[in-house]
């Protein structure tokens, strides 16, 4: 029986299957009597600071086996455990009478909630974030400290509900052969933990639970997003093999860190990476990135009760371009709006966010904030290779309307006397198909295009790409998306300005050919895939990859693309590039 889910973590496991029942923890509600009620308090208290000392062992751990970029995901969760808000409102309850572990319940289901109907996939998924802690703390609160699945007796493939970044963080990797669970994200921390610690993964498998037993036997496919129960011999066997080669990838990505990404006949690609925090920098140096081609800003306006000064932002922008220099850094300004907002911007509820106020357009409707933004970043200018893009840019207006808020925040850093960069380029992201057709204007007054496919993709074939219901009609390869960046390639180019691409479509190996065959001066991945991405570009002559271009623009549907991409890069891809491409 095979399942179809969201290739959350690349990689094939193999092995028996281990089910975990989701915990119970029937919490009673029930009053406290009003000379209990400090002690209660204090029994809260202590299940938060057990609870922080288990995070501080976990993200310890972490750490050491996988750096402080990894690492940073557990602060995420010691702040929630911190927070006084939490306190103030569970403290508040209990001397309503009510025990701690309902009043604790209460308020974090309530959180939860509120995320789970947040259009944006990122911060969507940091409820599993949410409903870790609120396991963690009602475990010591209900007097149950097991440690998640650190006990495993043989090797084994996880089926869950739901596996909290905790969990990951706790398995064994020596007997935890994959896992797979209903729900999740490919951009959830549990996802992001098991990336790194090379667990393959598929969640967001619906109803698996239903069907499977322990010891049955499972096939976590996290190239394609599948699971497979009890396949036959012949499958299995054939699943056992890409494993073994795919395998044999990992001491080669490893020995690319320091080599430039140049195709064999001398093409040079500037491979950058994204991140969103500023921890992430050494993940960036440590996998040899020429730089950081997306710097989501966005960390500074959220989950906080107040508004981010420009002198904390500068800081952070400083110590970032610091560190990577002389590589440069592009920082995207605040891409906020709909539903990334901050309470204290003081937004209302929209039916349709994504078609609404985001973007430039909530940044130029705030120019005191954005302005402050923009000086920040200039100021970091000083101390490294800095730039600076705008995001959703659909007009021409808005692009000069953000320009000219550039040019008074100059004239103020003149006034003051700060040291700036002069020349620092300023260019913007090309996502949605009006920036597409007014490309050619566009350039004229940026240095450089930035290609945001992921919401380009969305725009231009008119589906919400976090509906699991039309997930089949995400394609990145469909005519319209691949005549999209061919023409905002060649619009950049006839202005003189280089083309990045900064989307997930960069991060697969056979797309990012594609790319460099449509011209794509620059791309910039995850830090994860950009080993992989580097591999493929080190063994395919752009020469080839322009004439692929050619023939994949000529092609009248996507599977099409697909079947050309497979039938002349497989052939020449080094055969660990290829876990998601045979027969099995």
Not at 81 to 106: K, M, W
Not at 112 to 137: F, G
Not at 162 to 174: H, K, M, T
Not at 251 to 262: E, G, K, T
Request: hydrophobic fraction near 45%.
């Amino acid at each position: 029986m095979r399942f179809q889910g969201i290739a959350a973590s690349p990689g094939i496991g193999v092995g028996p299957v281990h089910v975990i029942v989701p915990e119970d923890h029937a919490v009673k509600d029930f009053p406290i009597a009003a000379d209990r009620v400090e002690a209660e308090i204090a029994f809260f208290e202590s299940a938060l600071q057990a609870s922080r000392r288990d995070l501080e062992q976990i993200r310890h751990g972490i750490a050491h086996e996988l750096g402080e970029q990894e690492a940073t995901i557990y602060d995420a969760q010691m702040m929630m455990v911190d927070d006084p808000d939490l306190r103030r409102a569970v403290h508040e309850s209990i001397r309503g009478r009510r025990n701690a572990g309902v009043s604790f319940r209460d308020y974090m289901t309530a959180v939860a909630a509120r995320l789970e109907r947040v259009q944006d996939e990122y911060l969507r998924e940091r409820r599993s974030d949410i409903l870790d802690v609120e396991r963690r703390v009602l475990r010591h609160l209900m007097g149950d400290t097991r440690q998640g699945l650190s006990g495993l007796e043989a090797p084994a493939v996880i089926v869950a509900h739901e596996i909290g970044p905790s969990d990951v963080a706790l398995l064994d990797r020596r007997r935890v052969l994959g896992f797979v669970a209903e729900v999740g994200g490919r951009t959830s921390h549990s996802a992001i933990v098991a990336r790194g610690r090379g667990i393959p993964a598929v969640v967001a498998v619906r109803g698996v639970m239903q069907h499977v037993k322990n010891g049955d036997l499972g096939i976590v496919d996290g190239f394609r997003g599948e699971f497979e129960l009890n396949p036959d011999a012949a499958v299995s066997g054939r699943y056992r093999a890409r494993r073994a080669r795919v395998d044999t990838g990992t001491q080669a990505l490893a020995a690319l860190r320091d080599l430039p990404a140049v195709t064999p006949d001398g093409f040079k690609v500037d491979l950058a990476a994204n991140i969103e925090l500023p921890a992430e920098v050494e993940g960036v140096l440590e996998v040899g990135a020429d730089g950081i081609g997306l710097f989501r800003t966005e960390f500074f306006y959220l989950d906080r009760a107040e508004l981010p000064g420009e002198d904390e932002q500068y800081r952070a922008y400083r110590a970032v371009a610091e560190r990577m220099s002389p590589r440069p850094v592009i920082f995207r300004t605040m891409d906020l709006g709909g539903d990334k907002v901050a309470s204290y911007l003081g937004t209302t509820h929209e039916t349709n966010p994504f078609l609404g106020y985001r973007g430039i357009r909530f940044a130029l409707s705030h120019p005191e904030v954005f302005r402050a933004q923009i000086r920040a970043i200039y100021r970091a200018s000083a101390h490294g290779r800095v730039r600076m893009m705008f995001p959703m840019i659909s007009s021409l207006e808005e692009q000069r309307a953000a320009l000219d808020l550039c040019g008074r925040a100059r004239a103020e850093l003149d006034r003051a006397g700060s040291a700036y960069d002069r020349d620092l380029e300023v260019g913007l992201m090309i996502e949605t198909p009006s920036a597409v057709w007014v490309a050619d204007l566009l350039a004229r007054e940026a240095r450089f295009l930035s290609i945001g496919t992921n919401d380009l993709i969305q725009y231009t074939l008119a589906m919400d790409r976090d509906n699991q219901r039309m997930s089949h009609l995400y394609e990145p390869l469909s005519p319209a998306v691949l005549r999209s960046l061919r023409h905002t390639v060649h619009s950049g180019h006839q202005a003189q300005r280089w083309v990045g691409v900064c989307g997930e479509m960069a991060g697969d190996p056979r797309h990012a050919i594609l790319l460099l065959g449509l011209g794509v001066d620059e791309l910039s991945v995850s830090c994860f895939d950009l080993p992989r991405v580097k591999a493929a570009l080190r063994s395919v002559p752009v020469l080839k990859a322009r004439a692929l271009a050619e023939r994949a623009l000529a092609c009248d549907h996507a599977e099409a693309v697909r079947a050309l991409l497979h039938a002349e890069l497989d052939t020449v891809l080094p055969d660990y590039l290829l876990g998601d491409g045979d027969e099995a």
